[in-house]
């Protein structure tokens, strides 16, 4: 009977410490999302409030008087909807592009046999670990010699390729079986119609991350339209908000609206592709 007892009480001390645990872990998540969260309440809630209000403290989080006027201010004093425009146009390009070089290059890595490949592919993956600031200058010496500063085409070419996405789609195509690229081959499919017919339709997940990935990367860039962009109808979003925080430096009201008015596209995205997104880190995150 001692016996029994004793047993019944390690399992509940067992329980309780999972439960302490699962707790804490629980706890922490939340804390570390609270921070990533209060920010952004903060910056909605300062962009509906007069300037008088936005600093007061105890910080009053729903404003006495809200304020549209500060949104209506951002889109009619500054030519908002240019920057708008040039932001979008450039990140769909450079998206676009990347969804077909990197899933072009990942089918050569993963499906394609051939000496070195694996070799070639880590050689490539190597070109991660180089900062940006280390290719700048060579990369802006190019650009200038194929006479394309002060073009979106230049951001658009420059953000054609992508490590990081064939990495993402050579993972996610490793666990495509073999048996369908060696039947399609037997059957006289060339290996462009493998990759277009077969491939590519089954890896909606590794596009949805790529597209979340290289978008929102797109969107908010501001060193490299920063590096090749002069003109002031060519300037994205983020230059924009530099020239409007100079032009209102006392403004933080409309500073915030202007960068609540730049993050909604960014979340529209992710809202669309987050079901395909989740499954798509999922799946290139064990594949070996």
Not at 32 to 60: C, Y
Request: proline share 5%; glycine share 4%; with cysteine.
């Amino acid at each position: 009977m001692e016996i029994v007892m004793n047993d019944l009480d390690i399992k509940k001390k067992r329980t309780n410490s999972k439960k302490i645990k699962k707790d804490l872990f629980y706890f922490i998540i939340i804390l570390l999302s609270l921070t990533m969260i209060i920010p952004f309440l903060w910056m909605i809630s300062a962009s509906l409030k007069p300037e008088i209000e936005v600093f007061e403290f105890p910080i009053r989080w729903i404003p006495k008087h809200i304020k549209w006027d500060n949104y209506v201010k951002v889109w009619t004093e500054l030519p908002f909807m240019t920057y708008y425009w040039n932001t979008f146009k450039i990140a769909f390009w450079v998206t676009f592009l990347q969804i077909i070089t990197c899933s072009l290059a990942a089918y050569s890595f993963s499906k394609i046999h051939y000496p070195e490949r694996d070799k070639l592919f880590l050689g490539y993956l190597f070109t991660m670990m180089i900062p940006y600031q280390v290719i700048m200058i060579p990369q802006f010496m190019i650009i200038r010699k194929l006479g394309l500063v002060d073009t979106h085409l230049a951001l658009i070419l420059t953000g054609a390729f992508s490590p990081f996405g064939v990495f993402l789609f050579r993972q996610f195509f490793l666990g495509i079986p073999e048996e369908i690229s060696q039947s399609a081959r037997i059957d006289g499919c060339s290996e462009f119609g493998i990759y277009f017919k077969m491939i590519l339709p089954l890896s909606k997940p590794a596009i949805a991350s790529l597209v979340v990935f290289t978008f929102v990367d797109r969107w908010n860039d501001f060193l490299g339209p920063l590096i090749y962009i002069n003109a002031e109808k060519l300037k994205t979003l983020q230059l924009g908000m530099r020239n409007f925080q100079t032009e209102y430096s006392s403004s933080y009201s409309l500073l915030m609206a202007a960068a609540v008015s730049a993050t909604i596209p960014t979340i529209i995205i992710y809202l669309i592709a987050q079901d395909y997104f989740i499954e798509g880190i999922a799946a290139t995150g064990i594949k070996g």
